[in-house]
C-alpha cells in the first residue's frame, strides 16, 4: 500500500465516526448521512495530496459533510421522504430514558432549518467556538450568533412543546 493511501486509510479510520455523526445531526437521516461521508471520503481521497500539503484534513473534511448535508435539503428532488424508521435493534433492558431525552433533541433537530440546524450542532454538539463555526460555513460570525440563539431558542420551544402540549413563551 503506498504511503498516500495509508495515510487516508488512517484519517478515515480516525475521523469516520465523528463525521458520520456530525452528517446525522445536520441532516436528521443516519441513511443520508452514510451517504454523505462516503462521497465525502470519495472526494477527499482525490483531493487528499492537496489537502496533505496545506494541512487540517479534518476540517476540510468536516466542511464537505456540513455543506453536502445542508446543501440536498435545498435541492427538491434530491429529497428523500422516509415512510417509517425502523429500528436498528430490539430493545432490551430499560435504556429508555437516556434515549428517550437523546430522541427528543433529534425531534427537535428537525424543527430547525438548515443554517440553524448546521451552527447549533457545530457550535454546541462539536463545540466549535463562532470563528471555527463561521469559517466551516463560510459566513460572518455575527450570522453564526444569531443563527445559533435562534436555533436553541426554537430548540426549546420543540422540546417544551412536545413534554408539556404547549409551546414556552
Same mark, same amino acid.
Given at each position: &500500500?503506498?504511503?498516500? %493511501?495509508?495515510?487516508?486509510?488512517?484519517?478515515?479510520?480516525?475521523?469516520?465516526?465523528?463525521?458520520?455523526? /456530525?452528517?446525522?445531526?445536520?441532516?436528521?437521516? *443516519?441513511?443520508?448521512?452514510?451517504?454523505?461521508?462516503?462521497?465525502?471520503?470519495?472526494?477527499?481521497?482525490?483531493?487528499?495530496?492537496?489537502? *496533505?500539503?496545506?494541512?487540517?484534513?479534518?476540517?476540510?473534511?468536516? *466542511? &464537505?459533510?456540513?455543506?453536502?448535508?445542508?446543501?440536498?435539503?435545498?435541492?427538491?428532488?434530491?429529497?428523500?421522504?422516509?415512510?417509517?424508521?425502523?429500528? %436498528?435493534?430490539?430493545?432490551? $433492558?430499560?435504556?429508555?430514558?437516556?434515549?428517550?431525552?437523546? %430522541?427528543?433533541? #433529534?425531534?427537535?433537530?428537525?424543527?430547525?432549518?438548515?443554517?440553524?440546524?448546521?451552527?447549533?450542532?457545530?457550535?454546541?454538539?462539536? %463545540?466549535?467556538?463562532?470563528?471555527? /463555526?463561521?469559517?466551516?460555513?463560510?459566513?460572518?460570525?455575527? /450570522?453564526?450568533? !444569531?443563527? !445559533?440563539?435562534?436555533? #436553541? $431558542?426554537?430548540?426549546?420551544?420543540?422540546? $417544551?412543546?412536545? =413534554?408539556?402540549? =404547549?409551546?414556552? #413563551?
Amino acid at each position: &500500500m503506498a504511503e498516500r %493511501d495509508r495515510e487516508f486509510v488512517e484519517f478515515v479510520e480516525q475521523a469516520g465516526a465523528g463525521l458520520r455523526r /456530525t452528517a446525522f445531526l445536520v441532516s436528521g437521516d *443516519r441513511h443520508r448521512a452514510d451517504d454523505i461521508v462516503q462521497d465525502a471520503f470519495y472526494r477527499l481521497y482525490l483531493a487528499w495530496p492537496k489537502v *496533505r500539503r496545506v494541512g487540517n484534513p479534518l476540517a476540510y473534511a468536516r *466542511r &464537505m459533510v456540513v455543506n453536502a448535508a445542508y446543501d440536498g435539503k435545498r435541492r427538491p428532488w434530491r429529497r428523500e421522504v422516509t415512510i417509517a424508521d425502523v429500528p %436498528d435493534t430490539v430493545a432490551g $433492558d430499560d435504556f429508555a430514558h437516556g434515549y428517550a431525552e437523546r %430522541d427528543e433533541v #433529534l425531534e427537535a433537530l428537525k424543527s430547525l432549518g438548515p443554517r440553524q440546524r448546521a451552527c447549533v450542532v457545530l457550535r454546541y454538539y462539536e %463545540d466549535l467556538s463562532v470563528e471555527q /463555526t463561521a469559517e466551516l460555513l463560510g459566513c460572518s460570525e455575527g /450570522t453564526v450568533k !444569531s443563527q !445559533s440563539a435562534r436555533g #436553541l $431558542d426554537t430548540l426549546r420551544r420543540a422540546i $417544551d412543546l412536545r =413534554r408539556t402540549g =404547549r409551546a414556552a #413563551l
